[in-house]
């Protein structure tokens, strides 16, 4: 006979987020309950092996539901393999559990086979909590926040959040809101998956934050560098991966509360989750969670930056059930955000605009004050995304079915007459999505281990727009199908995968937009179907994408290294192709261009990581070259000089969409010195660089260099007082390298902020209680991702405290 020794070693555990286990922790310690074992699986004694004993060990993967996702050979005798294999797959755990919610772990089986003729019987049970690493095993440039980094952002939104990542930086606006940048491509060229699904907004503006709340995160991925193939179009710059933390696995009832308040803006803030399994219902879970803020007009170190008030509320829920082979999940979050429009940044003529420049001070600054009143011009939006997914698995490999639906709606106020109620900008964008994908069993290969998947993509999305000429309606149908195989030896992974993406959409037009279109040779007869009263122009487009990336152990647990070359593909925005005119969240005046194509990304990144108890670094260097970017910048004059436009609402700088061959390159990474003794060095930044191919310019819009440098001391254990950290940070910025004239302001001058915090954890059941000083000195500046540096500084010293606990 054969028997199941389960000595049980979890040696890759996630804790749950709601606070991270020390490594190698004892189960006494740290409160973790390991998984339990369901039930012997008979294993059958291979005919071949005769009379002969053996012990095979292998390590197999549980998540958080119980359910055995990968099995892996790690000792003992050949001839056994198979059938230890073929028993690994059957095994059913209940699952491991920190501080009550489920923990996925890595388990370490031993099968005993012995002759038919003999019994034997053993049993052992061992369990050590280690941190696993999600980024190591990409071969990609990763960093991944937790859910306490995230607890650290509290209040923030996600581009915010994302920021603290080497490499990562915002595109700030004229209102309370910021986009993400990774490695110089703003958010048109990065992708975010929310739950795994693709988030699909009104992107067209620079003050459209990412509507998605962080608190409903468990940890929030960054990968850096192109992505299509695994990811999908867009993903030439990175992929924001936003993942809700498990469902709780326990019975009983638990969740998590957040309290921050901002000193500039006056800004509260609250966040409440609450789980529960009932125990009636095994294997059922529930989740109810919610957040809001209030900020007032927020100041600058000399003025208060009038009309940036805003208001932000989150909700969503959770259900899902889970059996011996499969789960089933559905969610519903809804986000909405309020925002005035900075007074400062409407203009009556290009003189006032550049007199503004000059003198370096909103008109009329004097008149503002700190309020909580939000006047036009201002924005309104809500996002709602609703999820259904299916996972199954078994020995035949594993199945994953998904399908959302999104309505995105946007409203906007121009300064009108008082009997003028409504928005002048009204947007509602609905989004239909389905993604399934299959991976096949782990294959054992005699020199290495083989696994991977297939996929495909599908989705429907349409555009309905009333107000003044800015944009068309739209519908379009696009899809994809995707695989990727990863071949992993003693010390080197090598991933390839493919990928091939398609899109159909149609345009509608009214006749004033067609003909704007026509008197400017951007569109004829031949690209558009003329009707009565609208113009209806089609659009379709194909591409592909490639990648391979390898990870090499040089020193397995010291030193790795990372070769990605990647490709990606973006289709040009319907606002690329069409926008015309100005809105309050996008105070310039643009003009699409419907000649655009597809732009096509080829990248290599090249990253090494360092891990040792006195020094953790990783740098990454990297390249892209991008045919047909679609490069956004101001338009110039036929004497070289940037143009305005004049409308009823103001005079704007005039921007337009074209076509260029580029390519950006740089460095970024982080270092840290004595990651956990009594004091500590912590250095990130990054460095890109963006230029033309064929004239050498650099690209207006590229961010600035940047490095943060933080001392961190670490005080010992005071009597309630664990896991005490103090920080002073220092931000350089050394600002762009474009040329003057090619903009309508030089980049401003480089700044230096610093910054101040400390956070302790109280009792037992920790109470995490923070501060921190952004700006500390209340210098004044303008920073260059950010178009408020046409109109105003940058909002001066920030104080924000935070409490935070689990129960």
């Not at 230890?84 to 370490?108: H, I, K, M």
């Not at 003999?118 to 369990?127: N, P, Q, R, S």
């Not at 491509?185 to 067209?204: A, I, N, P």
């Amino acid at each position: 006979m054969a028997a199941c020794v389960c000595s049980c070693v979890c040696l890759h555990c996630q804790p749950a987020p709601a606070a991270a286990a020390p490594p190698d922790a004892t189960v006494e310690e740290t409160e973790v309950v390991p998984p339990k074992l369901l039930a012997q699986v008979p294993l059958t004694y291979p005919q071949d092996a005769g009379e002969e004993h053996g012990d095979v060990t292998v390590l197999v993967d549980v998540d958080a539901s119980g359910q055995v996702t990968d099995v892996r050979f790690e000792s003992g005798p050949e001839v056994f393999r198979e059938a230890a294999f073929e028993a690994g797959w059957q095994l059913r755990f209940e699952p491991a559990t920190y501080n009550g919610q489920p923990l996925a772990t890595t388990t370490r089986i031993r099968f005993h086979f012995a002759p038919p003729s003999e019994a034997h019987e053993e049993v052992g049970l061992e369990i050590v909590v280690h941190a696993e690493d999600p980024d190591v095993e990409d071969t990609k440039a990763r960093t991944t926040l937790d859910e306490l980094a995230i607890e650290e952002a509290a209040g923030d939104d996600l581009s915010e959040t994302v920021s603290e990542v080497p490499g990562v930086r915002m595109a700030g606006g004229t209102t309370d809101a910021a986009k993400p940048i990774i490695r110089g491509q703003q958010e048109r060229r990065l992708l975010v998956l929310y739950d795994g699904v693709r988030h699909e907004s009104q992107k067209w503006g620079p003050d459209h934050a990412t509507e998605i709340d962080p608190f409903s995160a468990g940890e929030i991925g960054v990968v850096r560098g192109a992505a299509g193939a695994r990811h999908g179009p867009d993903a030439i710059g990175g992929v924001i991966l936003v993942e809700p933390p498990p469902l709780r696995a326990a019975p009983g009832v638990g969740g998590k509360t957040v309290m921050a308040f901002n000193s500039n803006g006056l800004r509260p803030y609250a966040a409440l989750r609450l789980d529960a399994a009932p125990a009636v219902v095994p294997g059922l879970a529930f989740r109810v969670e919610g957040n809001a803020a209030i900020g007032a007009n927020r100041t600058s170190p000399a003025y208060v930056l009038g009309n940036t008030a805003s208001r932000t509320w989150n909700a969503g829920t959770t259900v899902g059930y889970t059996w011996d082979q499969g789960r089933i999940r559905g969610s519903w979050h809804h986000y909405a955000f309020e925002a005035g429009v900075f007074y400062g940044v409407s203009t009556t003529s290009p003189d006032e605009f550049n007199a503004r420049l000059e003198v370096g001070v909103p008109a009329t600054s004097e008149l503002w004050s700190t309020t909580y009143t939000i006047d036009r011009p201002y924005q309104a939006v809500t996002h709602d995304i609703a999820v259904l997914a299916y996972d199954t698995w078994s020995d035949w490999g594993s199945f994953q079915a998904t399908y959302a639906f999104q309505i995105n709606l946007r409203q906007e106020y121009e300064q009108v007459r008082s009997a003028i109620t409504g928005p002048q900008y009204d947007f509602v964008l609905r989004t239909h999505s389905v993604d399934a994908l299959y991976g096949h069993p782990e294959q054992y290969l005699p020199f290495g281990e083989l696994e991977g998947a297939v996929g495909l993509q599908g989705s429907f999305q349409e555009n309905v727009y009333r107000g003044y000429s800015l944009l068309p309606n739209y519908r379009g149908f696009g899809g994809g199908l995707f695989a990727y195989e990863r071949l992993s030896l003693h010390r080197v992974d090598v991933e390839l995968g493919a990928r091939a993406d398609g899109l159909w959409r149609l345009a509608v037009m009214n006749d004033d937009d067609y003909e704007r279109h026509v008197r400017r040779d951007t569109l004829d007869a031949s690209d558009c179907e003329v009707l009565p009263d609208q113009s209806r122009c089609p659009s379709a487009w194909a591409t592909g994408s490639l990648s391979l990336g390898t990870l090499v152990h040089v020193v397995p647990e010291l030193l790795d290294i990372k070769l990605d070359l990647s490709t990606a593909s973006r289709f040009p925005d319907v606002d690329e192709l069409y926008l015309i005119g100005s809105a309050p969240s996008f105070p310039v005046y643009a003009l699409g261009n419907p000649d655009l194509g597809v732009e096509t990304a080829w990248g290599a990144s090249l990253t090494t990581g360092l891990r040792h108890e006195a020094l953790e670094v990783e740098l990454s260097g990297f390249g892209q070259r991008v045919d047909d970017y679609i490069y956004f910048a101001p338009d110039l004059t036929s004497n070289g000089e940037p143009a305005f436009d004049v409308t009823i609402q103001g005079t704007w700088p005039r921007y337009t969409y074209r076509p260029i061959d580029a390519v950006l390159y740089g460095i970024d990474g982080s270092v840290s010195v004595g990651p956990s003794a009594p004091v500590g060095l912590d250095v990130r930044g990054g460095i890109v660089l963006a230029q033309n191919r064929d004239s050498g310019a650099h690209l207006i819009g590229t961010p600035p260099d940047q490095l943060t440098v933080s001392v961190v001391g670490r005080p010992p254990s005071l009597g309630p007082l664990q896991d005490s950290e103090l920080h002073l940070t220092t931000d350089f910025v050394a600002q762009a390298r474009v040329d003057p004239s090619a903009d309508f302001a030089p980049p401003p001058p480089a700044y230096t902020l610093f910054g101040l915090g400390a956070e302790t954890a109280i009792g037992p059941r920790p109470v995490r209680v923070g501060a921190e000083v952004h700006n500390l000195l209340d210098t004044p500046y303008r920073d260059y991702s950010s178009l408020l540096r046409f109109y105003a500084d940058q909002p001066g010293r920030d104080v924000r405290v935070r409490v935070g606990f689990d129960f």
